[in-house]
């Protein structure tokens, strides 16, 4: 049973039985004649269960009355965790009710049977087993849910990092996140609850494209026994079930109509009506959602209801493409790479072509697709390096869909060799004089984001202003 028991009781036959009892059940024992000396002998800190005899108590003296009741206190004070259980004889019968309020539950008169503590080591094993449970949770919560866990140093992402994390702050108030698939939308979900004040509460996600529509109300808000067909038995929502934690909607746009209507109720009240239920079921719990939709487009069209977009829209935060966020893809491919041959047993590093191949790649799987990708190259690399080949990439298309040369751009190279960041550059302020200075449409015309352009143009000390043309030879 993986149970240490404490037995305090003085030495004789019957102290041999219960150790002999207790051992043969699973529990390894910790013995002594009184409680001082289990205190003194440090062992108290291994124990679950102290089962307590004092021995004969006499005619219940005030003195033996006042040295029981500061045991019970000091054994209390010291270890507050660990469960007692005391025997009485019927002489001291009458202290039973001044050591419940000392915090003793358990409390029994002689002679010691053995049916209650069979018991007490069952309960005494179950709820070692749940604190343990809780603390790998509480240890996973810490390690995995955090913000440092997201790689990436562009601006972009920072600032999405920075909001996510003030709203992390805050207990209650819904967030939505919005990003293309792939971009790590659970990631920011965990850590935004590992960082706030509900991170020793549970988190639980669903994914609402995923699971049948008739099958979804009842995942959410659960059923009573005998709701429908199939409901043999009582079932706790996820609502209920994340008491004091949070709930994690994935692809909340794929939520059916019918339901919108119920979550924005459960939104307003934070009170639960079981399917097939007529009892209302408070619960203290933060609603995190994500979509890779344009929710304003599906409110446009009528697939989305305009009041729970903006109940929902709290604090929305966008995160960016990975297309956009600079040269976090090759930092992500680093991570990837040692992260999948430490899991395979392999050595692996990206060549200069690799990482090249990479930065140039449009990701429209993003993250997702960026370490599928290594994963795939890393287990069929027959060298440690990884190129160009391992990667197997898609070759960027102009829209046309005709791959795109130097002669196609109008460059060449000089004899004595060009600066790649003064051609990026040259290019930019082209593209910015070609629109009149629109960061928009030239960021379009140069297929990447709006923010990650504003970024190149930080770097190269291109004003807003609408540019002079610069030409490259």
């Known amino acids: 049973m993986n149970l240490n028991v404490g037995i305090i009781m003085p030495a004789g036959s019957e102290r041999e039985r219960l150790i002999r009892h207790v051992e043969d059940s699973g529990c390894p024992v910790v013995v002594a004649d009184q409680v001082a000396q289990f205190l003194s002998s440090g062992n108290a800190e291994t124990c679950t ?17 006042f040295e029981r009741r500061e045991a019970i206190r000091t054994i209390k004070e010291r270890h507050p965790r660990l469960q007692l259980a005391l025997w009485l004889d019927r002489s001291s019968a009458a202290e039973a009710a001044e050591m419940n309020e000392l915090g003793i539950r358990n409390l029994y008169l002689k002679p010691v049977r053995y049916e209650p503590i069979d018991g007490l080591l069952k309960a005494a094993g179950k709820s070692a087993a749940q604190q343990a449970r809780q603390q790998r949770e509480t240890a996973k919560v810490q390690e995995e849910f955090r913000f440092d866990r997201i790689v990436g140093q562009s601006s972009a992402l920072r600032d999405s990092i920075e909001l996510a994390q003030s709203v992390a702050e805050s207990s209650a108030t819904s967030v939505l ?78 939520l059916p109509l019918t339901l919108q ?18 009892r209302d079921i408070p619960v203290d719990v933060r609603i995190l959602a994500a979509t890779n939709r344009s929710l304003v487009d599906e409110v446009r069209q009528g697939r989305f209801r305009e009041d729970l977009y903006y ?58 697709e960026l370490m599928n990708a290594i994963e795939r190259a890393v287990l069929l690399a027959r060298a440690e390096e ?26 060449r190279i000089p004899n004595d060799g060009v600066s790649l960041v003064a051609v990026e550059k040259a290019v930019i302020v082209g593209a910015l004089a070609r629109t009149h200075g629109n960061v928009v449409e030239a960021a379009r015309l140069l297929h990447i ?25």
């Open 177 to 254: 996140l919005l990003g293309e698939s792939g971009v790590g939308k659970e990631l920011f979900a965990r850590a935004i609850h590992g960082e706030s004040p509900r991170a020793h509460g549970p988190f639980l996600e669903i994914n609402c494209a995923a699971i049948p529509r008739e099958l979804l109300e009842s995942e959410l808000f659960g059923h009573e026994k005998g709701a429908f067909t199939d409901a043999t038995q009582l079932r706790v929502g996820l609502f209920e079930a994340a008491e004091h934690g949070s709930v994690f909607l994935d692809e909340i746009g794929e």
């Open 261 to 278: 209507a119920k979550l924005l109720k459960f939104l307003d009240s934070k009170i639960v009506r079981r399917v097939g239920g007529s």
């Open 449 to 473: 984001g709006r923010g990650s352009l504003r970024c190149k143009m930080r770097r190269h000390g291109i004003g807003r202003e609408e540019p002079d043309k610069v030409g490259v030879a």
């Open 49 to 65: 269960l102290a089962l307590l005899d004092f021995g004969d108590s006499g005619n219940g003296s005030d003195d033996g009355h």
């Open 311 to 368: 109940r929902l829209s709290v604090v929305p935060i966008s995160i960016p493409p990975l297309r956009d966020r600079d040269d976090d893809a090759v930092l992500l491919a680093r991570l990837f790479v040692e992260r999948v041959g430490r899991k395979l047993g392999k050595k692996g590093c990206l060549s200069a072509a690799g990482e090249r191949d990479i930065s140039r790649y449009a990701w429209p799987g993003n993250v997702r």
């Open 386 to 411: 990884i190129g160009p080949d391992e990667l197997a990439l898609p070759k960027p298309r102009d829209p046309s869909g005709q791959e795109v040369g130097l002669a196609d751009l109008g460059l």
